[in-house]
């Protein structure tokens, strides 16, 4: 999902057709949301390095 498709399609058809049969529309758009997130911060996550444990406040101190 992260790696952009070379074909330029994401999600097919038929894969959110199957994806609708176990979902209802508002669990639907609340599992988008929730991988839009998590797609959201992953890259961040992995630009700025955070160490496990540490509150933000102290993450980046000089």
């Given at each position: 999902m992260l790696t952009p498709n070379?074909?330029?399609e994401r999600v097919s058809d038929e894969?959110?057709?199957?994806?609708?049969e176990h979902y209802d529309d508002k669990a639907l758009a609340t599992l988008i949301m929730a991988i839009g997130q998590v797609c959201?911060?992953?890259p961040l996550a992995l630009?700025?390095?955070p160490?496990?444990?540490v509150?933000?406040?102290e993450q980046w101190r000089p």
């Open positions: 070379p074909s330029g894969l959110y057709a199957r994806a609708c959201f911060f992953l630009i700025g390095k160490l496990p444990g509150s933000p406040a």
